[in-house]
C-alpha cells in the first residue's frame, strides 16, 4: 500500500491561514500600540484594549476594570457587550489581584476569559473577555490576550503615573494659592505708635495655618492686637481664621465696644458655624490706649499669654472665659494691664509651648516660655519673636509639629 503524497496545494492553502492570522494579529498590536500613544487618560486605552483584544480572540464582547483597595473605580465595556455592567463588575472583583488568566463558564454556556493588566505597585486591572457556548479559549487565544494586556499595562501604568502628578501637582498649586491669600490677608506690623514697640509673626506648619494676627487703628487712635488659634491645620483651619479675623475686625471697630464686648460679639456670629463643625477658636485682644501706657485686654481660652512688667517677673496672664464656639453665650471683663517703658507682654500660640523635643516627646512647656521671656528682657519687639522661634527650633531640632504665632507688645 502506497503512502498518498502531501496536497501542496492544501499545505500552502494552511501556511497562508497561518501567515494570515499572523499578520491579523500583528496588525491588530500595531493599531492598538498606535492608540494608546498619546493618550493621558485611561478610560480610551482600555477601550482600545478591550476592542482590539476583542477581535483578535473572537469574542463576543468585553470589558476592564480598574480595581482599587475597595471596589471597581473605573469599568469600561465594549458595545453590545452580552453581559451587563453588574455582571461585569461582580467578576472584577472575583478575579481580584489574579497572577494568570484564567476561564470560567457561565450558566448559560458562554465562556469569559479574565487576563490580568499588571500594573507595578499599583492595584491591578483587569481584562474579561466573553465568548459564545463552544470550544471557547484555547491555550493560543490566552497568550495573546496576556500579550495585549501587558503592553496596555505598560502604557497604562505611565498614563496613571501622568494623573497622579497631574493631580499632585492641583494639589500643591491650590496650597500655594490658599498661602498667598493668606499671606496677603496678614497685616504688617503698624509703624511707629508712640511709646510702643509691636511686632508679629506666624509661621505655619503646612502651606497653610490655623493661627492668625490682626492690627487695626480704631477711629479714635486705639490700636486693636488679635492673635487667635483656630482648631486644626491646613485648609479647613484656614477658612475658619478668615471668618474669625472679619468677624472680630468688624466687631473692634465699634467705638463703644472693649475687648471683651468683641469677643462676645464674634461669638455670637460664629457660635453656630464652628459649632456645626465642632471646633473653636482661642483668641487674645489688647486694646492700646494712648497717652496712657496701659493695655486693655481680654482673653477666650488662649495660653500662653506672658506679662513681664518693667523689673519685675514674668507671669501667665490666664484666661478666665472658654474659647470662642463652645458656649452659646461668652461673656468676661476686660482687663487693664501697665504698658510704660519696658513693660513687655508676649502672647503666643500653643505651638510654641506644645513644640516636642525630638525622640522623647518633651513639651517646651510654660515653664521655658517663661524664663524665654526673663532672657528677653531688654530685646526689641522683633528680636523677642526670633528669640522665640529660635528656641523652639532648636528644642524640637527644626520639626514644627503645629502652627507657631507669637505676638510682641513692648512699652518704649
Same mark, same amino acid.
Given at each position: 500500500?502506497?503512502?498518498?503524497?502531501?496536497?501542496?496545494?492544501?499545505?500552502?492553502?494552511?501556511?497562508?491561514?497561518?501567515?494570515?492570522?499572523?499578520?491579523?494579529?500583528?496588525?491588530?498590536?500595531?493599531?492598538?500600540?498606535?492608540?494608546?500613544?498619546?493618550?493621558?487618560?485611561?478610560?480610551?486605552?482600555?477601550?482600545?484594549?478591550?476592542?482590539?483584544?476583542?477581535?483578535?480572540?473572537?469574542?463576543?464582547?468585553?470589558?476592564?476594570?480598574?480595581?482599587?483597595?475597595?471596589?471597581?473605580?473605573?469599568?469600561?465595556?465594549?458595545?453590545?457587550?452580552?453581559?451587563?455592567?453588574?455582571?461585569?463588575?461582580?467578576?472584577?472583583?472575583?478575579?481580584?489581584?489574579?497572577?494568570?488568566?484564567?476561564?470560567?463558564?457561565?450558566?448559560?454556556?458562554?465562556?469569559?476569559?479574565?487576563?490580568?493588566?499588571?500594573?507595578?505597585?499599583?492595584?491591578?486591572?483587569?481584562?474579561?473577555?466573553?465568548?459564545?457556548?463552544?470550544?471557547?479559549?484555547?491555550?493560543?487565544?490566552?497568550?495573546?490576550? *496576556?500579550?495585549?494586556?501587558?503592553?496596555?499595562?505598560?502604557?497604562?501604568?505611565?498614563?496613571?503615573?501622568?494623573?497622579?502628578?497631574?493631580?499632585?501637582?492641583?494639589?500643591?498649586?491650590?496650597?500655594?494659592?490658599?498661602?498667598?491669600?493668606?499671606?496677603?490677608? *496678614?497685616?504688617?506690623?503698624?509703624?511707629?505708635?508712640?511709646?510702643?514697640?509691636?511686632?508679629?509673626?506666624?509661621?505655619?506648619?503646612?502651606?497653610?495655618?490655623?493661627?492668625?494676627?490682626?492690627?487695626?487703628?480704631?477711629?479714635?487712635?486705639?490700636?486693636?492686637?488679635?492673635?487667635?488659634?483656630?482648631?486644626?491645620?491646613?485648609?479647613?483651619?484656614?477658612?475658619?481664621?478668615?471668618?474669625?479675623?472679619?468677624?472680630?475686625?468688624?466687631?473692634?471697630?465699634?467705638?463703644?465696644?472693649?475687648?471683651?464686648?468683641?469677643?462676645?460679639?464674634?461669638?455670637?456670629?460664629?457660635?453656630?458655624?464652628?459649632?456645626?463643625?465642632?471646633?473653636?477658636?482661642?483668641?487674645?485682644?489688647?486694646?492700646?490706649?494712648?497717652?496712657?501706657?496701659?493695655?486693655?485686654?481680654?482673653?477666650?481660652?488662649?495660653?500662653?499669654?506672658?506679662?513681664?512688667?518693667?523689673?519685675?517677673?514674668?507671669?501667665?496672664?490666664?484666661?478666665?472665659?472658654?474659647?470662642?464656639?463652645?458656649?452659646?453665650?461668652?461673656?468676661?471683663?476686660?482687663?487693664?494691664?501697665?504698658?510704660?517703658?519696658?513693660?513687655?507682654?508676649?502672647?503666643?500660640?500653643?505651638?510654641?509651648?506644645?513644640?516636642?523635643?525630638?525622640?522623647?516627646?518633651?513639651?517646651?512647656?510654660?515653664?521655658?516660655?517663661?524664663?524665654? *521671656?526673663?532672657?528677653?528682657?531688654?530685646?526689641?519687639?522683633?528680636?523677642?519673636?526670633?528669640?522665640?522661634?529660635?528656641?523652639?527650633?532648636?528644642?524640637?531640632?527644626?520639626?514644627?509639629?503645629?502652627?507657631?504665632?507669637?505676638?510682641?507688645?513692648?512699652?518704649?
Amino acid at each position: 500500500m502506497t503512502r498518498r503524497p502531501p496536497d501542496r496545494d492544501e499545505e500552502l492553502d494552511a501556511l497562508a491561514s497561518e501567515l494570515i492570522e499572523v499578520q491579523d494579529q500583528l496588525l491588530a498590536i500595531y493599531d492598538l500600540a498606535q492608540v494608546m500613544r498619546g493618550q493621558l487618560e485611561p478610560e480610551p486605552l482600555l477601550d482600545a484594549l478591550v476592542g482590539e483584544a476583542g477581535k483578535l480572540v473572537r469574542a463576543e464582547g468585553g470589558f476592564a476594570a480598574l480595581e482599587p483597595a475597595a471596589g471597581v473605580s473605573l469599568l469600561v465595556r465594549s458595545p453590545g457587550s452580552p453581559l451587563d455592567a453588574t455582571s461585569e463588575r461582580e467578576l472584577a472583583r472575583a478575579f481580584g489581584a489574579g497572577l494568570a488568566p484564567a476561564v470560567s463558564a457561565l450558566i448559560d454556556g458562554r465562556r469569559v476569559l479574565m487576563v490580568p493588566i499588571p500594573l507595578r505597585a499599583r492595584p491591578s486591572g483587569v481584562l474579561g473577555l466573553v465568548a459564545a457556548p463552544g470550544p471557547g479559549f484555547d491555550m493560543p487565544k490566552q497568550k495573546l490576550a *496576556t500579550a495585549l494586556a501587558a503592553l496596555a499595562g505598560a502604557q497604562l501604568e505611565g498614563v496613571l503615573l501622568y494623573q497622579e502628578t497631574l493631580r499632585r501637582t492641583r494639589v500643591e498649586l491650590e496650597f500655594e494659592l490658599a498661602r498667598w491669600v493668606q499671606a496677603g490677608l *496678614t497685616p504688617p506690623p503698624p509703624a511707629r505708635v508712640p511709646g510702643l514697640d509691636v511686632f508679629a509673626e506666624s509661621r505655619a506648619a503646612l502651606a497653610v495655618g490655623g493661627d492668625f494676627f490682626d492690627f487695626h487703628t480704631r477711629d479714635d487712635g486705639r490700636l486693636v492686637c488679635v492673635l487667635g488659634d483656630v482648631a486644626g491645620k491646613g485648609v479647613p483651619a484656614a477658612l475658619l481664621v478668615a471668618m474669625a479675623r472679619a468677624s472680630i475686625r468688624t466687631a473692634s471697630r465699634d467705638p463703644a465696644s472693649d475687648p471683651a464686648a468683641v469677643l462676645g460679639a464674634a461669638n455670637a456670629e460664629l457660635g453656630e458655624d464652628f459649632g456645626r463643625l465642632g471646633l473653636f477658636a482661642t483668641v487674645f485682644i489688647a486694646r492700646v490706649e494712648p497717652g496712657a501706657a496701659s493695655l486693655l485686654v481680654a482673653n477666650a481660652g488662649h495660653s500662653p499669654v506672658v506679662y513681664r512688667p518693667a523689673g519685675g517677673t514674668a507671669r501667665l496672664v490666664r484666661a478666665q472665659a472658654p474659647p470662642l464656639g463652645i458656649l452659646p453665650e461668652w461673656s468676661d471683663a476686660s482687663r487693664s494691664l501697665r504698658l510704660g517703658r519696658d513693660d513687655m507682654l508676649v502672647a503666643a500660640t500653643d505651638g510654641f509651648s506644645e513644640a516636642e523635643r525630638e525622640g522623647t516627646g518633651e513639651l517646651f512647656g510654660y515653664d521655658r516660655v517663661l524664663e524665654l *521671656t526673663e532672657r528677653c528682657a531688654g530685646l526689641s519687639a522683633a528680636e523677642v519673636a526670633a528669640a522665640f522661634f529660635a528656641a523652639t527650633d532648636e528644642f524640637s531640632a527644626g520639626v514644627a509639629g503645629d502652627d507657631r504665632t507669637v505676638l510682641v507688645l513692648r512699652g518704649v
